[in-house]
């Protein structure tokens, strides 16, 4: 009897300390998740874009939607794209357009209110691309004057560099916090003096968006980088802005671009160099913005809140299937590495979806037989599966705990968003 | 056999030379008679080159007539040629706008917008494989096509410094209807 006594003192210890562990851990899991929630509860990625100089809002608008194209086709889940726009000051835009009617009124007398000229030439459009083939005089003024405007940026960027332009980052910054506010990754793209305003923009994000920023560097006319960066030992803007002090090292060696795949003489478009397929700055653009997706992901990845990082159980024929769960990932443990801790759910469904509510699926409700039932689980590195077991106290018995199910699930955590 | 090899390179030698014998090369066209050329084969547009910003536009569509017909010969299918429209539309606005109105300034950016996020949503190319936004800019340059009208532009543009865009603020098809 006192043998039995002992036995039964033992085990209600035992099972005592195993539910004592089982809520220890359960509310530990509570408390990591609601933190993992700060840091990975979001809805979505927000593409900003700062354009480059000398462009149009029309022209910026088109690279963003060329960013957004190329990150779509490659399967990246944009949910809210703007572009930040910031005019290049020369000195007086009118001065500009002065300089290229003079030069059109020398060259071409009759011409030089044919003002098209001055985008098409530019940007080398259609209509300048038919005249340059039927006019060799027409091709070297429009190189000519492709020549003097890349001068002009580099000479506009040069004086850029330090000089603060405040109302603009304060528009900006308002779009951040919207952004901020309505729970979105931020990735950030800047070409040539949007560098300038993207900097800015992170200095004033990160502290407010955590680890849910990244910023992508093309051509930038600064030194100061925020992330990764891209620039191509061709371009003769950024190049030559190290007359006017430090700028990044280059990159990608493209070359000279060949004729038949760009007619940029300044080797600094965006679209004509950096998102030119035929250029590796291309597949480099690209590199760097998965790696940037995959920085995101590392960081939330297996926290199981985001709405798509869900553990997916395959239906269970168990009477007592395993039901809600979350997955964690602590701070100081990459989320990828081997360790990935199982939390655990309480096993009624009312409770699973008011302590739980990141777990996505409860599919029963064994609530009936006892209310100390729980799921519990482990990876198993061996196997790369999730092993998950339902358990609880015997309904006969109140001191037996008993694995209701045990189920060993592959699974595949959708780390997009 | 080896005669008739320097007859014909001699031959060549003369075909390769400017037809003056000066060893210049032949004058070009003038740029005037190559424009005159070009715009008889329409390969380029015969623009509006009046001295006010509104230029002409006698249906009173919104859009300047030489800007409506360069759409009209493009081949563009209905949807699409009416996407372009939208924008042309805003780009005439654009070219004709009053900076100091504040009012109305607003409501350009709005519209700019709408009409360029209409651009992206209407397919173009094969497959959608060219860019709509991208066909804005060949509007841009042709409707801000004189001196006048490309300064007020610019004069629009710096108002928008700053400014944040977006094409996805508009749900659903952004096209007017």
Known sequence: MARYGRQLTIRVILVLNRLTLVAFTFFISINTAVAAEAECNFKGIHLGFFNGVGNTPKQAFDSLEATYSDMSLRGVDISDKQFYYNETKYHGTEDIVEVFNQRLNEEFPPLSDRMELFFQTLRNGKQSQSLSAASRKYLEFATSFRKYMTKVHVNTLSRLIGIPTENIYKNHQKQLDVAIKNKQKLLLVAHSQGNLFVNKAYAYAKPKAGSAIGVLHVAPASVKLNGPYILADYDLVIDALRAFGPVPAYTDTIGTPPRSWSSDLSGHGYLDIYLNPKSSTYEHFNKEVTSIFNDFDAKCAGSGIQGKNVLNIAPLKSKYPPLGFSLNCSTDIPCKSTTIKMALGFYTKELASALLPHVQKVEADCAEKSHWRMVSGEWNKATGNFDISCGGTDPDNALQWINFSSISVPFTIDNRM | ?177
Not at chain 2, 12 to 35: Q, Y
Not at chain 2, 55 to 63: L, Q, R, S, T
Not at chain 2, 89 to 110: G, P
Not at chain 2, 135 to 163: C, F, Q
């Open chain 2, 1 to 177: 056999m080896k005669k008739t090899l320097i007859l014909i390179a001699v031959m060549n030698l003369f075909a390769c030379s400017p037809n003056d014998g000066s060893g210049v090369r032949p004058a070009e066209e003038t740029m005037e008679k190559i424009f005159g050329k070009m715009e008889d084969s329409g390969k380029y547009p015969v623009l509006d080159r009046t001295d006010t910003l509104a230029g002409i536009d006698e249906n009173k569509n919104g859009i300047r007539d030489d800007i409506d017909l360069y759409i009209s010969k493009q081949g563009f299918a209905p949807e699409q040629e009416k996407a372009i429209r939208q924008e042309a539309a805003v780009m005439q606005r654009s070219v004709t706008i009053d900076v100091k109105d504040k009012k109305a300034l607003a409501k350009l950016q709005t519209d700019s917008g709408i009409s360029m996020a209409c651009l992206s949503y209407t397919k173009f190319g094969e497959n959608g494989s060219v860019r709509g936004s991208s066909l804005a800019l060949d509007i841009e340059s042709l409707t801000a096509n004189t001196k006048k009208r490309l300064k007020n532009y610019l004069a629009y543009n710096h108002t928008l410094d700053g400014s944040v865009w977006s094409s996805t603020n508009y749900k659903g098809n952004p096209c007017v209807k």
